[in-house]
């Protein structure tokens, strides 16, 4: 389960400080700041863009530009379901389908009770043992709806 | 205590390793190691007697009490038994090089690593000098993994030939194409196979610095490959001028394209460059730069410690050596078939494979990740070889191979190809950028009957327009998977008619 730290700007100025130096930093940056605060607000634009002498346009097309940057808090549990052909072919696209019901959300929604973020993943390279997923990070196959049910059951 | 090697691969991870080493621990001495690639049996572990490494798969925490009871520990136990794990026949077939080391040792002891001839390939580069460092690669007949197949010895050579004081290594492990997963399991199971690869190649060019950029859908491969650094780093053999940075992709496919892969490395949008300039002249900061892919640079240090004459010995025709094929999606013996090219698609998919995991009949395989081609059974005969492949309108790409049985619709699988390059476009050229956009949306007007014969031909247009238009593979392979569907699965095209005629 994830933790996150609330915004804060001095905090997110001392995480890119930790970086001066390193050439074409702002994606680790960028990682680092999702990673303590769980997304990136667009407070922090103008911050990365003085730390790293770009303008806020440039800071702003590359947050948008990368899949893994989020603008919200995701739920207490991220579950990144692949979509790819790999898993398609082993019944992924039913399993999106049954997995967005059973969460009442949409892809990069998060269910009401703030239990689950469900992200669309492009290939997790576990493409024998699919359908695949990440549920906070940790890998998941042969995914069916009765072990994704399950999967659920086990979440706080 | 008896060894016990326990998979913390992914893969195996994903269908619960960590439980069957936690039922293992205090019986017996646990050793982590990666995949060996036979996925259907995993998690797969392997028990070590006087006869060989015996192992039992697929194994679950459930297993273990019962396994031990019956005298697992001795490999006597029958149940889930494999036997010597060298003569299951999936892996007695294969030519394994590249993955020589994966799945048999410890990923983090370098010691383990030495003892199976590790870092011999660099002490001989070293030895020979750096042109004949080159001279080899050339001589090897090594074509880049990553799917273009350029020769990399001539890579090497242009950057070596540079003047320039500041050179750069740069390993592309943004293995985005579904069906493959032959870099994340180096990363995780052979991690100092990489390093010394690299250490090679920036002994070979003149190179000071080497990026390794890892997708981040691969946390486990990071954290491995960034561990086995720490540990080469201590133990001085990355050698003296010469260090690695690993930096972690954000999602985006198209970074796994060259010139994209640099841009994001200097920390900006994952855009196209258009070339030349080649990277081997002004690549990453401007700097002459060789970038490989990750199986690529791995196989480099097999080349060097046996000679580019045995590695050129194995193939056919222009592609010389072996290729890691990834055996993916609907298929019974799904998992990494490592061999020298040439074996034809069919041996692949039926022999190799075992034919599909819900026991229907075969439909289509897509070879190459999301921009190859889908191709039929009637196409089987196709040795695995980039040119043999390439005359059939398809590509190997990276190696995946991922197969559907006969409920897939492949006007779906046209419309996904399209829909995945909305997505995943980095918005440069306007073909890929425009061209997705319009290839869904015609998709969509054939499959609701709308003017299906104006429409089809409209698609086969725009197809075109994309494949010699796009600055990129993006869009200008997109049009393979979404063609061959056309041509191989017309039906599919004509609902409305076809539900007529029922």
Redesign the interface.
């Known amino acids: 389960m994830a933790n996150f730290e609330p915004w804060h700007a001095d905090r997110a100025h001392d995480i890119i400080a930790g970086f001066a130096g390193l050439?074409?930093?702002?994606?680790?940056i960028?990682?680092a700041l999702q990673a303590a605060f769980g997304c990136i607000p667009l407070e922090a634009e103008p911050l990365l863009a003085s730390a790293?002498n770009i303008t806020r346009a440039?800071v702003h097309?590359?947050v948008t530009?990368?899949?893994?940057?989020r603008r919200t808090v995701p739920g207490r549990h991220t579950l990144?379901l692949c979509r790819?052909?790999?898993?398609?072919?082993?019944g992924a696209e039913a399993l999106g389908a049954y997995a967005r019901a059973a969460l009442g959300v949409d892809w990069h929604g998060t269910a009401a009770d703030g239990s689950v973020s469900l992200e669309p993943?492009?290939?997790?390279?576990?493409?024998?043992?699919?359908p695949?997923a990440?549920l906070d990070?940790?890998?998941?196959?042969?995914l069916n709806p009765a072990r994704f049910d399950r999967m659920l059951e086990t979440l706080s | 205590m008896t060894r016990v090697f326990v998979p913390r691969d992914a893969a195996a991870l994903a269908v619960g390793a960590d439980g069957v080493a936690a039922a293992l621990t205090g019986h017996a001495d646990i050793v982590r190691t990666g995949s060996r690639g036979l996925f259907w049996l995993e998690p797969m572990i392997e028990i070590e007697t006087p006869e060989g490494r015996i192992a039992y798969g697929p194994v679950e925490a459930a297993d273990i009490p019962g396994l031990l009871a019956d005298g697992l520990l001795s490999g006597t136990a029958r149940h889930l038994r494999l036997g010597i794990a060298e003569r299951i026949p999936f892996l007695a077939r294969q030519t394994r090089l590249t993955f020589s080391r994966c799945g048999i040792v410890d990923p983090l002891s370098l010691d383990d690593y030495c003892a199976t001839g590790g870092m011999t390939g660099l002490a001989k580069a070293r030895e020979i000098g750096s042109a004949a460092t080159t001279e080899t690669v050339l001589a090897s007949g090594l074509r880049g993994r990553g799917g273009a197949g350029f020769p990399t010895g001539v890579k090497w050579k242009t950057v070596a030939e540079t003047e320039d004081p500041q050179k750069y290594i740069v390993c592309n492990a943004d293995e985005g194409d579904s069906g493959t997963y032959a870099d994340r399991m180096l990363l995780e199971g052979d991690p100092f196979s990489l390093i010394e690869g690299m250490a090679i190649a920036a002994f070979a060019v003149g190179a000071s610095k080497g990026y390794v950029y890892t997708r981040s859908e691969y946390p486990h491969g990071i954290a491995t490959f960034d561990r086995a650094l720490s540990i080469a780093r201590a133990a001085g053999v990355l050698g003296p001028g010469f260090d690695i940075e690993q930096r972690a992709g954000a999602g985006a496919y198209v970074c796994g394209e060259e010139t994209a892969l640099l841009e994001s490395l200097e920390g900006r949008r994952g855009q196209v460059r258009a070339k030349p300039p080649l990277p081997a002249h002004k690549g990453l900061f401007g700097c002459p730069t060789v970038i490989n892919n990750l199986v690529t640079l791995t196989t480099v240090p097999w080349i060097l410690r046996h000679g580019a004459a045995e590695y050129q010995a194995i193939g056919m025709e222009r592609s010389r050596g072996t290729m890691p094929i990834q055996l993916a999606g609907n298929i019974q013996r799904g998992g990494l078939f490592e061999c020298g090219f040439g074996i034809t698609l069919g041996e692949l998919v039926n022999d190799v494979g075992g034919g599909t995991l819900s026991g229907r009949p075969v439909r289509a395989v897509q070879v190459g990740g999301p921009l190859g081609a889908y191709f039929p059974p009637s196409l089987f005969d196709t040795p695995f070889d980039y040119e043999a492949f390439a005359a059939r309108d398809g590509l190997i790409g990276h190696g995946g191979v991922v197969v559907f049985d006969d409920t897939v619709d492949m006007a779906q699988q046209a419309r996904f190809a399209m829909e995945f390059c909305v997505a995943e476009s980095c918005g440069k050229c306007t073909p890929c950028r425009i061209g997705s956009v319009r290839g869904v949306e015609t998709v969509d007007k054939i499959l609701a009957g709308q003017n299906v014969d104006a429409n089809l031909a409209l698609l086969r247009d725009l197809c075109h327009t994309m494949k010699f238009g796009s600055l990129c593979a993006l869009g200008g392979f997109i049009p393979y998977p979404v063609l061959s569907a056309m041509n191989f699965f017309p039906e599919d095209f004509r609902p409305a008619e076809r539900l007529a005629a029922e």
């Not at chain 1, 050439?23 to 680790?28: F, H, V, W």
């Not at chain 1, 790819?84 to 082993?90: F, G, I, K």
């Not at chain 1, 990070?137 to 042969?142: E, F, I, L």
Request: net charge negative; glycine share 14%.
């Open positions: 050439r074409g930093a702002s994606l680790p960028l990682h790293l440039e097309g590359i530009f990368y899949h893994d940057f990144q790819a052909e790999a898993c398609q072919a082993v993943v492009f290939c997790l390279g576990l493409c024998a043992t699919g695949s990440l990070g940790h890998p998941v196959g042969r």
